[in-house]
């Protein structure tokens, strides 16, 4: 089975930073990679597919990127709105999901 | 507009069973694979079960694969967890999902464990 691993477990970052979440595969999964926004209280939302498709109606301050075993999900300029837990998703072999990174305010 | 609406959860000794369903509206359903993904309380998301589009291919995951069935109707547009020999680590909020990115999501049902 494939594990996925993300880093940090915890963020916390102001407000209009850039900020950068890590995801690692424990074997290739090429570009099968999703990233997912989840809220407080809230069902996830797709953010991210197939590694750097921005999914439609979300904002352009994300983006994501990777191949392999490597990948990293980016907010250029950090918002209020952006506070949640954020997943990554391998789908190459199976279906497996990360950790989570919990992004706060400081 | 796509909508993927829960239910049958609730409180269950363990041992016991239920039923989940999962009604769809606003897509063809019958075109598309369907998951069911659960997370427990304050933990992170756990895939459990994918069923294909006409129900040829099913998939679980180790922790439920034996107790859990997944199932769908077509003709009623609906998608099922049947869950028995229930434990008290599948406490959580079991969501329905599209397949095709987890694209969309109900807002998912919870299911409580416990004597």
Do not use: H
């Amino acid at each position: 089975d494939i594990q996925m691993t993300q880093s940090p477990s915890l963020l916390s970052a102001s407000v209009g930073d850039r900020v950068t979440l890590s995801c690692k595969a424990s074997q290739n999964i090429y570009k099968y990679l999703n990233w997912y926004q989840q809220k407080l209280g809230e069902a996830p939302k797709l953010l991210i597919y197939y590694t750097n498709s921005l999914q439609t109606g979300i904002p352009s301050r994300f983006s994501g990127s990777g191949s392999g075993t490597d990948f990293t999900l980016t907010i250029s300029s950090l918002q209020p709105e952006d506070v949640a837990t954020y997943y990554c998703y391998q789908y190459n072999s199976g279906w497996t999901f990360g950790g989570g990174t919990k992004l706060e305010l400081k | 507009e796509v909508q993927l609406v829960e239910s049958g959860g609730g409180l269950v000794q363990p041992g016991r069973s239920l039923k989940l369903s999962c009604v769809a509206s606003g897509f063809t359903f019958s075109n598309y694979g369907m998951n069911w993904i659960r997370q427990a309380p304050g933990k992170g998301l756990e895939w459990v079960a994918y069923i294909s589009s006409g129900s040829s291919y099913i998939y679980y995951a180790e922790t439920v694969k034996g107790r859990f069935t997944i199932s769908r109707d077509n003709a009623k547009n609906t998608l099922y967890l049947q869950m028995t020999s229930l434990r008290s680590e599948d406490t959580a909020l079991y969501y329905c999902a599209r397949q095709e990115q987890l694209r969309y999501w109900g807002q998912g049902v919870m299911v409580t464990v416990s004597s």
